[in-house]
């Protein structure tokens, strides 16, 4: 059903880089011979999955949505690709993203462009614009994605669904195309809580080929039916709760009022529900944007440097020195925004300049991790809208102006935390989407609070 779903919608939603047909159908017969037999099924077993181009599939090229790795066949999964297959999952295909990620709309992507399910004029947000889109057009059950500065939170709230950044660590990046590796992480994007807390209890955990991955397993699989306990149990369920509203989110001028609306019918909806609301400020906020793009494009730079035509990348012909030839595959290769980024990390982190630019940088971000802990004295989760605006229409925005897209979702990633998208007005023809952020490492705990509510 959902393959035939699915040649329905591509043809004017184009989520997919790659679909493999058969692949998927040979994947649900072994979970059909299994059951037959009476084996154990998998954690997630017969679900249909897609997952983001940028996560390494053995039966499946992988790309990146760059033309430099056109026709890239990997030579194993990703962990979480394999945690998943191991658990029964059916991989139905490869997202469309912005090239290596980079970018908030899926404009960016070599291989076409992604529109939004919800209204076919508009972006469905990026850089996993594919991830979100094939789950809001049932084309796919739930979706991998991967989140820098926002690129699983953004698209989710573009596209009506739901998504998880995880803690910095929680699932294994070992697979993951690297883009900025301080701040990358992977996750899931669903149609609720409870079917992507399932994907996150299957893909998280410690693995040997990511040493930052946390050792705590956090989210064992013996977590979900307390979660759903939970909620049969407690009749004020959030009772104990301080729920901290980041106040320079909700005051941001170019915050559009149906966004800030939908946030301020939540916020009534929690207190509802018991839970206390404080205001909190994050005075850091104003730099967190900028400090991001330094630092991702610096550490892009420098991950990037491996497609050279000799590791990866496909070799251009009739180059005299090795030289010739590697500028040859990138300048052919690289996308304009990809190109732009390689130039800038370069620069910030070139002598003369590392000092004024990539150690400020730095210190910004530290700044933003110290905002968060005094936050969390004060609150054990912060509510904020997702992107200043909804969906936008596809070619309205470029350079700066998406960059500003992400002011609202950087600084989670600057500091490592969990952070959850949640539809804030589902039944918008353009949803918005607000934030729920937590802790470092309680993952579950929002996952939680966003279950109650939802
Ligand atoms: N839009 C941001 C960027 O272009 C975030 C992308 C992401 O999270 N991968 O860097």
């Known amino acids: 059903r959902y393959l035939q779903r699915l040649q329905e919608t591509e043809p004017h939603i184009h989520a997919y880089i790659n679909v493999d047909e058969q692949f998927a159908r040979e994947q649900a017969a072994l979970i059909d011979q299994k059951r037959e037999r009476g084996e154990a099924l998998g954690l997630v077993a017969g679900v249909p999955i897609s997952i983001k181009d940028n996560l390494l599939t053995r039966a499946l090229p992988t790309t990146a949505g760059s033309l430099l790795l056109e026709n890239y066949q990997p030579a194993e999964d990703a962990t979480c690709v394999r945690r998943l297959r191991e658990q029964g999952a059916i991989i139905l295909g490869k997202t469309a993203l912005d090239e290596f990620g980079m970018g908030s709309s899926s404009e960016n992507c070599a291989f076409g462009v992604v529109r939004n399910p919800r ?38 709230a573009f596209c009506g669904v739901v998504g998880l950044k ?17 701040l990358d992480t992977v996750g899931p994007i669903g149609r609720s809580v409870e079917d992507i807390t399932r994907c996150l209890a299957v893909i998280a955990g410690p693995d040997p080929h990511d040493l930052t991955t946390l050792a705590d397993t956090g989210i064992s699989l013996d977590a979900l039916p307390d979660i759903e306990e939970a909620l049969v149990e407690e009749r004020k369920p959030l009772a104990n709760i301080r729920l901290g509203v980041w106040t320079e989110a909700l005051e941001m001028p170019q915050l559009a009022s149906e966004a800030r609306l939908a946030l301020q019918e939540a916020i009534a909806t929690f207190s509802s529900l018991g839970a206390s609301v404080v205001p909190v400020s994050m005075p850091s906020f104003q730099a967190a944007c900028a400090a991001y793009y330094i630092l991702a494009s610096s550490e892009a730079s420098a991950n990037l440097a491996r497609y050279d035509g000799v590791r990866y990348g496909v070799r251009q012909d009739g180059a005299r020195t090795a ?39 730095m210190q910004v971000r530290r700044l933003v991790t110290d905002d968060f802990w005094r936050a969390f004295q004060h609150c054990d ?23 500003a897209e992400d002011v609202l979702t950087v600084p989670a990633s600057l500091a490592g935390l969990p952070a959850l998208t949640l ?32």
């Open 381 to 403: 989760f912060l509510l904020s809208p997702v992107s200043p605006t909804g969906a936008f229409a596809l070619g309205a925005k470029a350079g700066i102006d998406l960059y």
């Open 323 to 361: 030289a010739e030839m590697t500028r040859r595959v990138r300048t052919r290769g690289f996308g304009p925004e990809v190109k732009r980024r390689i130039m800038l990390g370069t620069f910030a982190l070139s002598a003369g300049y590392v000092d004024a630019y990539y150690r400020r940088a």
């Open 423 to 454: 539809p804030a007005n589902p039944s918008a023809r353009l949803p918005t989407g607000m934030q729920l952020i937590g802790r470092f490492g309680d993952d579950v705990g929002v996952l939680r609070l966003g279950r109650l509510y939802e």
């Open 119 to 156: 209204d076919l004029t508009r972006v469905p947000g990026g850089s996993s614009g594919g991830s979100a889109a094939s789950v809001a057009a049932s084309s796919a059950l739930l979706s991998l994605g991967s989140d820098t500065g926002g690129s699983i939170r953004q698209p989710a």
């Open 166 to 182: 995880p803690s910095y660590g929680r699932v294994s990046r070992y697979g993951l195309i690297a883009y900025a590796s301080s």
